[in-house]
Nanobody, 130 residues
């Protein structure tokens, strides 16, 4: 079974920046979509930014569009989330996820569907203060 390991995160002030990284390792099947999701206690997990294989597509939550940027290095099986202009409402536990399986890859709008992700990281805390 593969692993997803998130690094980065931590604390920042309003208007600051953070960069998250996620490395997928020990996978033998194809990795299609990868993405970042976040969750606050008492609320449902929401998609933040998702990216298809070979970076052929990206999708963003409306609340982060224009501030966050997702990128992908297929050779390293790594995705990144550059978070700029941070707001207190960005405070959450951030999870890396991957859509892994044999056969054809998926991309585009299907990457926004959490049901398509079958591997999840442990999560990393992001805290933004005023």
């Amino acid at each position: 079974r593969g692993e997803l390991v998130e690094t980065g995160g931590g604390s920042a002030q309003t208007g600051g920046s953070l960069r998250l990284s996620c490395v997928a390792s020990e996978y033998t099947d194809n990795i299609s979509c990868m993405g970042w999701f976040r969750q606050v206690p008492g609320k449902e997990r929401e998609g933040v930014a998702m990216i298809g294989p070979r970076s052929m597509s990206t999708t963003y939550a409306g609340s982060v569009k224009g501030r966050f940027s997702i990128s992908r290095d297929d050779a390293k099986n790594t995705i990144y989330l550059q978070m700029n202009s941070l707001k207190p409402e960005d405070t959450a536990m951030y999870y890396c996820a991957a859509d892994v399986g044999p056969g054809g890859v998926r991309w585009g709008s299907v990457c926004a569907d959490q049901a398509n992700y079958n591997y999840w990281g442990q999560g990393i805390q992001v805290t933004v203060s005023a």
